[in-house]
C-alpha cells in the first residue's frame, strides 16, 4: 500500500496539512470492513487481530513463526512526511536521507501490522502462509507511562486510508497496544522507585495520610463512628479471638482473614472516608493497620488487618508491599502488548522480508525498541543486532537483471510486481499460459481454512500487503535459481548463496536513492542494473552546494540561476533545484564558488549603497530576509525535530541564520568593488525615462575614475565588463 500512498500524496500541489491527536481522540464511523468477515469456498477472511483475540492469536503465531523459512512485514502509517521539504530529494546525502526517515518514523504512528510466515511444505511442495492483520494503537495503559502520546496524520495518507474502507474505530477502540523496550524499563525503573523495593528493610504504609486535625463536623461524626466500631470489633478479635459480622453495618463490613491474620474488608466507602479510616487506625489502634491488596481476580481491595506486633505489622506491610509490586510489574508485562511479536521475530532471528522497508524498519525501531539513533551507521548496527537477516524485494527487482526481464520496465511497486511474478494470485482464480509464469505454489492458511486460490478481498490492509510481499520474493527466489522443489536445502534462505549478496541491502528512502549494507553500514552499494537507472540531475558535488532561503515566492529558481550566472558566469552554476517554494538548493561548478557567493551575498546586504539595487542579486535578496549556508547547514536543520510548512521557517525556528556559513575568502576583487562602490558620490538627478541600466551608465560615467575600476564597476553591477582586459597586466585594452 505504500508506494501507491506515497503516487498519491506526490500528485496532491497543495501543501502537506497535519494535525496532532492524543490517545483521547474519537473518530466518527468509516466504512468498515468486517473484523471478524465469514469465509466461503472459494475465498477465506484475512486474519484480523485487536486486543479482543490478541491473547488467544498469540500462541498460533508464535507456533507459524517459529517453523517458518522467512517472515514477510509490512506497516500502515498515518503519514510520511511532516513537511513539503522534508520530502526525499535527489540533492539528498545518505545522512540526510535518514534524518527525514527518521523525522517520518518519530512522528507519525503505525495504525496496522501486517505478519505472514511462510513455510515450505515438503509434502505439498509449495508455501504455506499465515497472514496476519494487527490493529494497533499507541494506547496509554500504564498510569507511569508519561503524558498521552501525540503523533502526526497526513491529510493524503488518512484519504487512502479511508478510501479502502480503513477501520478507524478498529484501530483506536481495539487496536492492540505496546510499549517499547526502552519505555517498559523506564516503567519498570519507576516502579522499583516507587515502591522503594528493598523488601529486607522496614515498610511504611504506601499512601500514608497526613495527620491533620480535623475540622468538618461531618468528617469528626465519621471518624468517632468508625472509631467505636472498630474498637468493638478489636475487643470482640481479643475475647473471643475470632472474626463475626456487624449486623448494623453489613453493607460496609465483613470479617475474613488475609494472610493468616484477621481483617475487615471495607466496601462502599468514598476515597475521602478512606483517608478518614487510614488516620482513625493510626491514630488509635497500635494492633490495627490499613491495607490495600489485589486479591486472585487481580481486583484490588481495601482492609483493616489485626497484627500482634510491630514485627508482625513490619512483615505483614513487607508482603503486601511485595504483592503490589508484582502486580504492577504484571501490568507492565501485559502492557507490552503487540511487541511480543516483534521480541519473538528479533529473538527467532528470522529472515525477515519488505517491501522498500527501510521506513518500515525504522518504525519498527522507534515503536518497539527506542529512540532512533542519531546517524544511519548507528542506526543499521543496532537494527542488524535485533534483525540479523533482512531482504527488501524492490532491491531483488531492480538489482538481477533476470527479474528486471520478467518485469519489462514496469514499475517495481508491490501492485505491479504481484500482479506480474504471481498472476494467479492476484487475480484470484487459476489462469491458462501467462507472460509470466507462476513457479512457486502458495497456499494460505487462516484459522483451520487452506486455500490455493486465496484472495482475501482485502488488499491495501497491512496483512494483505504482507502476504503480497511474501509471495512476491518467494517467486523472485525462484528466479534466482533457489529450486524449493528439489533441493531439501533451499529453505534455509537466511544463508543461502544465490540470495546472500541481496540480504541486508537496503534503499536508505522511501523514494529509493542510496543503497545501505544494514550488517557493515557501507553506503553507495552499486548494482550495474540499478545504476543503469535514469537520474534526473548532473552528478551531485555536496561541497559545492548552497543552499538559499527566505526569498520572496514570487521568484523563480531559473531567476535566481540567471542572476549568478551574470555575476560568476554562464557555466558556474550546474544545477538548481526547489528545496520549496522559498528555498533552493545551488550547486556550482566550483567549490570556491560557494565561498565566493557568500562573501558576496553577505556585503551587497551589509552595503548602504543605491547601486546595489540594481545587482544581479538584486531580485532574490529583496525583502533582505533571504539566507545562505553550506550544505551542512541543511543537515542540522534536518536534524531537528521542530518541523515547520516551509523551509525558512524550520531555519528560523531552529535558530539557524548565518551559523555554519562556507568561510569567505580573504579580501578579493568583488570585495574592493563593493568598497569602491561606496565611496561613489554618484549624480543628484537623471533625466526623466531613463530606466536603470541607463541610469547605472551615467552614474559610472560621472564618477571620478581611479585606475581600471571602470570595468570592476561594471562587473559588480552587470557580472560582466564590456571592456576586454589583458589578463596578464590586468589593464583594459
Not at 525504522?362 to 551507521?377: D, R, W
Not at 554618484?682 to 585606475?707: A, C, L, N, Q, W
Request: overall charge neutral; hydrophobic content about 40%.
Amino acid at each position: 500500500m505504500k508506494s501507491l500512498h506515497r503516487q498519491i500524496k506526490r500528485l496532491t500541489t497543495s501543501h502537506v496539512q497535519t494535525l496532532t491527536l492524543t490517545v483521547t481522540l474519537t473518530t466518527a464511523a468509516a466504512p468498515s470492513r468486517a473484523l471478524c468477515g465469514t469465509s466461503s469456498p472459494s475465498t477465506l477472511s484475512l486474519k484480523n487481530v485487536t486486543k479482543s483475540n490478541f491473547d488467544s492469536t498469540l500462541p498460533d503465531l508464535i507456533r507459524h513463526i517459529k517453523a517458518a523459512d522467512f517472515v514477510a512485514v509490512d506497516l500502515e502509517m498515518t503519514g510520511v512526511t511532516s513537511a513539503p521539504w522534508r520530502e526525499s530529494f535527489e540533492f539528498d546525502r545518505y545522512d540526510v536521507r535518514y534524518l527525514k526517515v527518521k523525522d517520518s518514523a518519530e512522528k507519525f504512528a503505525v495504525v496496522q501490522f501486517g505478519v505472514c510466515p511462510f513455510r515450505w511444505d515438503h509434502l505439498k511442495q509449495s508455501f504455506i502462509a499465515h497472514p496476519h492483520n494487527f490493529y494497533i494503537f499507541p494506547r496509554q495503559e500504564l498510569p507511569t507511562d508519561g503524558p498521552s502520546k501525540e503523533f502526526l496524520c497526513q491529510t493524503t495518507s488518512i484519504d487512502f486510508l479511508s478510501r479502502y474502507q480503513f477501520d478507524f474505530n478498529a484501530c483506536i477502540y481495539e487496536g492492540v497496544s505496546y510499549l517499547s523496550r526502552g519505555q517498559e524499563e523506564a516503567a519498570l525503573s519507576h516502579l522499583k522507585l516507587a515502591y522503594n523495593v528493598d523488601l529486607s528493610a522496614p515498610c511504611q504504609d504506601m499512601k500514608d495520610v497526613k495527620d491533620v486535625p480535623l475540622v468538618n463536623i461531618a468528617d469528626v461524626l465519621f471518624s468517632e463512628r468508625m472509631k467505636m466500631r472498630f474498637n468493638e470489633w478489636h475487643d470482640s478479635l481479643l475475647q473471643e479471638r475470632k472474626g463475626g459480622r456487624f449486623t448494623g453495618c453489613k453493607q460496609q463490613f465483613e470479617t475474613i482473614f488475609f494472610k493468616m491474620r484477621p481483617a475487615l474488608m471495607l466496601e462502599g466507602f468514598t476515597a475521602h472516608q478512606l483517608r478518614l479510616i487510614q488516620l482513625v487506625t493510626r491514630k488509635h489502634f497500635k494492633d490495627l493497620t490499613y491495607v490495600r491488596a489485589y486479591d486472585e481476580n487481580s481486583i484490588l481491595k481495601k482492609m483493616i488487618v489485626y497484627v500482634d506486633s510491630e514485627n508482625d505489622k513490619s512483615e505483614l506491610l513487607r508482603e503486601v508491599k511485595h504483592g503490589l509490586f508484582k502486580e504492577a510489574e504484571k501490568k507492565i508485562k501485559a502492557a507490552v502488548g503487540f511487541r511480543q511479536v516483534i521480541d519473538l521475530l528479533s529473538a527467532e532471528h528470522k529472515l525477515i522480508v519488505g517491501h522498500n522497508c527501510f521506513l518500515d524498519v525504522a518504525h519498527i525501531y522507534s515503536k518497539f525498541f527506542g529512540h532512533l539513533p542519531s546517524t544511519a551507521e548507528e542506526f543499521v548496527s543496532d537494527v542488524h543486532k535485533f534483525f540479523p537477516h533482512i531482504v527488501d524485494t524492490k532491491i531483488l527487482l531492480n538489482a538481477d537483471n533476470v527479474l528486471q526481464q520478467l518485469m519489462k520496465k514496469s514499475s517495481t511497486s508491490l501492485s505491479s510486481a504481484f500482479a506480474l511474478l504471481c498472476p494467479e494470485i492476484a487475480s484470484g482464480k487459476t489462469s491458462s499460459l501467462s507472460a509470466c509464469q507462476q513457479c512457486v505454489k502458495v497456499e494460505v492458511q487462516v484459522d483451520d481454512m487452506r486455500s490455493s486460490n486465496w484472495n482475501s478481498g482485502a488488499k491495501h490492509e497491512a496483512g494483505y500487503d504482507a502476504f503480497m510481499t511474501g509471495c512476491v520474493f518467494a517467486q523472485a527466489c525462484s528466479h534466482l535459481g533457489i529450486h524449493f522443489k528439489t533441493d531439501a536445502h533451499s529453505a534455509d534462505l537466511a544463508n543461502n548463496e544465490r540470495l546472500g549478496k541481496y540480504i541486508n541491502l537496503l534503499y536508505l528512502s522511501w523514494n529509493s536513492g542510496d543503497i545501505i549494507n544494514v550488517s557493515t553500514g557501507d553506503v553507495g552499494i552499486e548494482f550495474p542494473s540499478v545504476n543503469s537507472l535514469k537520474k534526473r540531475f548532473f552528478k551531485i558535488v555536496h561541497p559545492n552546494i548552497v543552499l538559499i532561503w527566505g526569498f520572496p515566492s514570487k521568484i523563480k529558481a531559473a531567476e535566481i540561476k540567471e542572476g549568478i550566472s551574470k555575476v560568476f558566469g554562464i557555466g558556474s552554476v550546474s544545477s538548481i533545484y526547489n528545496l520549496d517554494e522559498t528555498s533552493v538548493f545551488v550547486q556550482f561548478s566550483k567549490p570556491e564558488l560557494v565561498s565566493d557567493f557568500v562573501a558576496l551575498k553577505k556585503k551587497l546586504e551589509t552595503s548602504n549603497d543605491p547601486i546595489t539595487v540594481l545587482h544581479p542579486f538584486s531580485k532574490f535578496l529583496e525583502g533582505g530576509n533571504t539566507c545562505a549556508a553550506g550544505y551542512e547547514t541543511y543537515v542540522d536543520i534536518c536534524g531537528s525535530p521542530v518541523s515547520k510548512v516551509l523551509f525558512s521557517e524550520q531555519a528560523e525556528a531552529v535558530g539557524v541564520k548565518w551559523s555554519k556559513l562556507v568561510e569567505p575568502k580573504e579580501e578579493s576583487e568583488t570585495e574592493e568593488c563593493v568598497k569602491f562602490a561606496e565611496d561613489i558620490k554618484g549624480v543628484s538627478s537623471t533625466p526623466k525615462g531613463m530606466d536603470e541600466s541607463e541610469k547605472m551608465r551615467e552614474i559610472i560615467k560621472t564618477t571620478p575614475v581611479r585606475d581600471n575600476t571602470y570595468s570592476e564597476l561594471e562587473e559588480l553591477v552587470y557580472g560582466y565588463s564590456a571592456h576586454p582586459r589583458d589578463e596578464m597586466t590586468g589593464t583594459n585594452l
